[in-house]
């Protein structure tokens, strides 16, 4: 199987009877800047990091964020965008799915 890095165009040749893909893990979430807080790269901060941070906006609410919560109540994020997230498509549905449940405790008011 041969390899190609797409910024160097260095092509590499291995042998390998399997290969994990990752396509395009750069977060898309400049339209967020200055609402959502971002770690340096743009992934969205959730849960503890998105009340300890000295980006913009912060933690406005006493009780901490919900595990996947961004620094606006209320609003989550699952998935690729998220900081330290594992960046694979079984880690996002499970995100996604449990992020569910989140909006369903944060709507009942289960999250004080």
């Known amino acids: 199987m041969t390899v190609v890095d797409h910024i160097t165009g260095h092509a590499t040749t291995i042998q390998a009877t399997a290969l994990f893909v990752l396509i395009g893990a750069q977060p898309h979430t400049g339209w967020l ?11 969205l901060l959730t ?19 919900m595990l996947l919560e961004t620094s ?9 965008v998220r900081s330290r997230s594992v960046k694979s498509v079984a880690a996002a549905v499970g995100e996604g799915a449990t992020t569910v449940r989140l909006i369903h405790a944060y709507l009942a008011g289960e999250h004080a």
């Not at 807080?37 to 992934?43: I, K, M, Q, T």
């Not at 849960?47 to 964020?65: F, H, I, K, S, V």
């Open 33 to 43: 800047a200055g609402t959502v807080a971002r770690d340096p790269l743009g992934y």
């Open 47 to 65: 849960g503890q990091a998105a009340a300890a941070t000295d980006a913009a906006p912060l933690w406005p609410l006493e009780r901490p964020p």
């Open 72 to 80: 606006v109540p209320g609003v989550f994020a699952a998935g690729d």
